[in-house]
């Protein structure tokens, strides 16, 4: 009965088992009486079995259900000392609550009767030092020892600002001794800052400057970390690259030395802007401003745009403010005085170059430039329009030359091109325009009207009168040599 039951097979294992139940052939002969008596014997077995396991299952059944009982009436009585416990805790709770809530008031009461009396002390060691200052004998040892400088700035400036609020007449004398005492401790921590920095010690530079917040010299403190942070800062003979590589290490370590770092980097930026740069500028421009225009021009576009370069640099740091109007006001007071009359310089340097290129170019011909009337082109097509003879003046000897030159172009052009880009970046955008206008206004005077249009008007001078017998195709020798270079316009 250990393994499953299964009725056909338990049925056969008994009849094989049975003398006499083996199938017909088989060792001893076929006998269903013993193999019934068999059955029956077996089957009154298993009716004792069955009757023996039922007893067992009721007996198990009733000692399940008694169990069953006894549980369910622990738990009962578990839920009550749960309930009972629950109770308990709201109790406790609330006691809880209500201590807290006489430690906070008690704790109130403590701190409004030790607030006064941590002021009264106070009151009490700052009337200490006072007398002391009064009777002129510095005897207590924050005072005389350089190791508690921080304790004695705290009290001399608490003391300066009682001081200021006493009589002159009947305090003067202890007034003076604490103000000179109060500026030999702002001396002493200066130079504490000051050392402290040459060292690289950012801690100490920051606890320095913390308690110097306070004092008058702060600004003298900000003045020493700006001038000797520049210290062997221009090394590279590029003030530009040098300034913003200044500027990035600053931003990195001004975080950790002073409470408002974005005034400090911006006061630096102001100092490397209104110094550095600007004397640097004057001395690239003034040497060349009167002597020599086409240099002043470059020296002065290359410095404005690598100071506006710089500016952009500067944009990704924290200024506290705004940064474009910032160092807008920065490039502005640099180049203030060279802006003004930038265009009054830069129209009469192409104007002047211009009538260098053209000279030059006749020079190189040999030819004298000379006045030509009025009418040209538009008195040719009326003439022709009417087919009659038109005389247009004594013939010019021109042998052969048209006068027109494509490097003439291109060199107007060329420079007329650095004008253009000089006007961009050094021009104010309210007054580019007319800036840009003054510029094209040159270009078309020198190399449509000087150079074009001129050697327009020698070609008609030089048409032959009606009289002559041999064809001269010298004018259109000119047109076609204008018409090839205009496309450079």
Not at 162 to 173: G, M, S, V
Request: charged share 25%; with cysteine; glycine share 4%.
């Amino acid at each position: 009965f250990q393994e499953p039951f299964v009725a056909d097979e338990y049925i056969e294992r008994l009849a094989w088992r049975t003398p006499g139940g083996g199938s017909r052939g088989g060792a001893e002969s076929f006998d269903p009486k013993k193999l019934l008596d068999q059955f029956v014997n077996h089957i009154e077995e298993l009716k004792l079995m069955d009757e023996r396991i039922q007893r067992k299952v009721e007996k198990l059944e009733h000692q399940c259900q008694k169990e069953a009982k006894e549980f369910a009436k622990k738990v009962q009585e578990l839920q009550k000392s749960n309930q009972i416990a629950f109770q308990h805790f709201q109790e406790l709770d609330e006691h809880i609550s209500y201590v807290a809530t006489k430690v906070c008031h008690l704790g109130d009461l403590l701190e409004g009767v030790n607030t006064p009396r941590q002021r009264a002390v106070e009151a009490q060691k700052l009337m200490t030092y006072f007398n002391e200052f009064l009777d002129g004998n510095l005897q207590s040892d924050v005072f005389n020892n350089p190791e508690k400088i921080k304790e004695a700035a705290d009290i001399i400036q608490k003391l300066h600002l009682i001081a200021q609020e006493l009589p002159f007449d009947r305090f003067a004398e202890v007034k003076s001794k604490i103000a000179s005492k109060y500026h030999d401790l702002e001396h002493q921590l200066i130079q504490e800052f000051t050392g402290a920095q040459r060292r690289g010690e950012i801690s100490r530079m920051r606890e320095v400057a913390a308690v110097l917040l306070h004092f008058k010299g702060y600004s003298h403190c900000v003045d020493v970390y700006i001038n000797q942070c520049q210290e062997g800062a221009y090394m590279r003979n590029d003030i530009f690259e040098d300034s913003a590589i200044l500027c990035q290490r600053v931003n990195k370590e001004v975080g950790n030395i002073f409470s408002n770092p974005e005034i400090i980097l911006a006061k630096l930026i102001q100092n490397i802007f209104e110094v550095k740069i600007q004397n640097f500028v004057k001395e690239q421009l003034e040497e060349c401003r009167k002597s020599d225009a086409e240099q002043y021009l470059k020296n002065l576009y290359d410095l404005y745009t690598r100071t506006t370069s710089l500016s952009s640099k500067l944009m990704e740091f924290n200024l506290g403010t705004d940064k474009q109007t910032f160092l807008s006001k920065l490039i502005k007071s640099i180049f203030i005085s060279y802006l003004e009359n930038y265009i009054d310089v830069e129209t009469a340097y192409l104007r002047s170059r211009s009538s260098m290129i053209l000279q030059r170019y006749y020079d190189s011909k040999n030819h004298q430039k000379r006045p030509i009337g009025t009418g040209g082109i538009q008195d040719l097509k009326e003439k022709i329009r009417q087919r009659s003879i038109f005389p247009l003046g004594s013939s010019i000897e021109t042998h052969g030359e048209t006068f027109l030159a494509q490097e003439v172009v291109v060199n107007l052009l060329q420079e007329t091109k650095h004008a253009f880009e000089r006007c961009h970046k050094l021009s104010d955008p309210s007054d580019l325009p007319k800036n840009a206008f003054r510029i094209f206004s040159i270009l078309v005077d020198y190399l449509c009207i000087e150079h074009i249009d001129y050697a327009l008007e020698i070609g008609l001078a030089a048409i032959p009168s009606p009289e002559s017998k041999n064809a001269n195709l010298y004018f259109f020798d000119v047109v076609h040599q204008a018409n090839t270079i205009f496309p450079f316009v």
